[in-house]
């Protein structure tokens, strides 16, 4: 038995690509599904998940990883770290205990941002989302932040669901609009980790959607400084293309002129120019802050654009 949980441990999956990182309820999970299916080959009585796991962490095989919660206190139900050879210095990465913790989610935003090397700034804090449903347009790109539902009566935080603390930073889960994070990419994080995360140029999108879970607005500026060097454009126009909204269109050509950044030739090119010629016929009647939730006090006529 112990041989068929090795092997179910041994790979990441597209269930759970990060197979060193696991939450209780889903390591309970797995080896109550390897129990059933190979209950006729048991020749004794296989004791229960929780009794495996008490044994997986006596010989060595799982170790508790130091989580906490809010107060300071372990976090309850406890992650693990599976790996027989693990030693303290290989400790998973935020990247990866959050992928092990939520493994259909999605990283994203400030973590996401060191990830692709766009911000020489250590992340505070690491955000991993789950796709949801389109949302009405109306409240989608509005000037105030959002994305998460709060409880009635209560400040809801802007940089979503605190999960946990790892290694004294804040992790946070939060919900996202699928139609607005098309580009989603499995990237190799070692021999047992997949990191399912944004790419690069949606990541400099984020940065435009929702500036302060990315780090604030020097963050976002030196995103996009550096990425106008690392960047697709024909992979970014195609992202606008399918996201289909004007005042993120707006958002991006403005960003390109404040770095002086000339805009490639190409699919990029053609739509920020049509967009110009759109806001030339029908001029807006408010402009928009660059940065949403964040105020803006020079006007950029070109894309009816509040500038910070």
Same mark, same amino acid.
């Given at each position: 038995?112990?041989?068929?949980?090795?092997?179910?441990?041994?790979?990441?999956?597209?269930?759970?690509?990060?197979?060193?990182?696991?939450?209780?309820?889903?390591?309970?999970?797995?080896?109550?599904?390897?129990?059933?299916?190979?209950?006729?080959?048991?020749?004794?009585?296989?004791?229960?998940?929780?009794?495996?796991?008490?044994?997986?962490?006596?010989?060595?095989?799982?170790?508790?990883?130091?989580?906490?919660?809010?107060?300071?206190?372990?976090?309850?139900?406890?992650?693990?770290?599976?790996?027989?050879?693990?030693?303290?210095?290989?400790?998973?990465?935020?990247?990866?205990?959050?992928?092990?913790?939520?493994?259909?989610?999605?990283?994203?935003?400030?973590?996401?941002?060191?990830?692709?090397? +766009? *911000?020489?700034? #250590?992340?505070?804090?690491?955000?991993? !989302?789950?796709?949801?449903?389109? $949302?009405? %347009?109306?409240?989608? @790109?509005?000037?105030?932040?959002?994305?998460?539902?709060?409880?009635?009566?209560?400040?809801?935080?802007?940089?979503?669901?605190?999960?946990?603390?790892?290694?004294?930073?804040?992790?946070?889960?939060?919900?996202?609009?699928?139609?607005?994070?098309?580009?989603?990419?499995?990237?190799?994080?070692?021999?047992?980790?997949?990191?399912?995360?944004?790419?690069?140029?949606?990541?400099?999108?984020?940065?435009?959607?929702?500036?302060?879970?990315?780090?604030?607005?020097?963050?976002?500026?030196?995103?996009?400084?550096?990425?106008?060097?690392?960047?697709?454009?024909?992979?970014?126009?195609?992202?606008?293309?399918?996201?289909?909204?004007?005042?993120?269109?707006?958002?991006?050509?403005?960003? +390109? *002129?404040?770095? #002086?950044?000339?805009?490639?030739?190409? !699919?990029?090119?053609?739509?920020? $120019?049509? %967009?110009?010629?759109? @806001?030339?016929?029908?001029?807006?009647?408010?402009?928009?802050?660059?940065?949403?939730?964040?105020?803006?006090?020079?006007?950029?006529?070109?894309?009816?654009?509040?500038?910070?």
């Amino acid at each position: 038995m112990f041989r068929e949980l090795r092997n179910v441990f041994s790979l990441p999956t597209e269930g759970h690509p990060a197979a060193r990182v696991w939450r209780h309820s889903d390591l309970v999970a797995v080896i109550a599904k390897a129990r059933s299916q190979h209950l006729e080959q048991l020749k004794f009585s296989f004791p229960p998940a929780i009794a495996v796991i008490g044994g997986m962490i006596e010989i060595g095989w799982l170790q508790e990883l130091p989580v906490e919660n809010g107060a300071g206190d372990r976090a309850s139900p406890p992650l693990y770290l599976l790996d027989m050879e693990a030693t303290a210095e290989d400790l998973p990465e935020p990247w990866e205990l959050l992928q092990g913790y939520q493994p259909a989610g999605v990283l994203c935003y400030f973590g996401a941002l060191a990830f692709h090397e +766009l *911000t020489t700034q #250590e992340p505070t804090f690491y955000h991993i !989302a789950t796709l949801q449903p389109p $949302t009405p %347009r109306a409240s989608v @790109l509005a000037s105030k932040p959002g994305g998460d539902g709060a409880t009635p009566g209560r400040m809801r935080d802007p940089l979503g669901t605190l999960v946990f603390h790892y290694q004294g930073r804040p992790c946070y889960a939060t919900r996202r609009d699928r139609s607005l994070v098309p580009g989603i990419q499995l990237r190799e994080y070692g021999p047992r980790t997949r990191l399912r995360i944004t790419t690069l140029e949606q990541t400099m999108l984020d940065t435009l959607l929702h500036p302060l879970r990315c780090g604030g607005e020097s963050v976002v500026f030196e995103a996009w400084e550096r990425g106008v060097h690392l960047w697709n454009p024909e992979r970014m126009a195609t992202y606008l293309t399918t996201i289909n909204r004007q005042e993120l269109d707006r958002r991006v050509g403005a960003v +390109l *002129t404040l770095i #002086e950044s000339e805009i490639p030739s190409g !699919a990029l090119k053609t739509l920020l $120019t049509a %967009r110009q010629d759109e @806001l030339r016929k029908v001029p807006v009647a408010e402009s928009l802050p660059l940065l949403p939730g964040l105020p803006g006090s020079t006007l950029l006529p070109d894309w009816g654009i509040q500038a910070p």
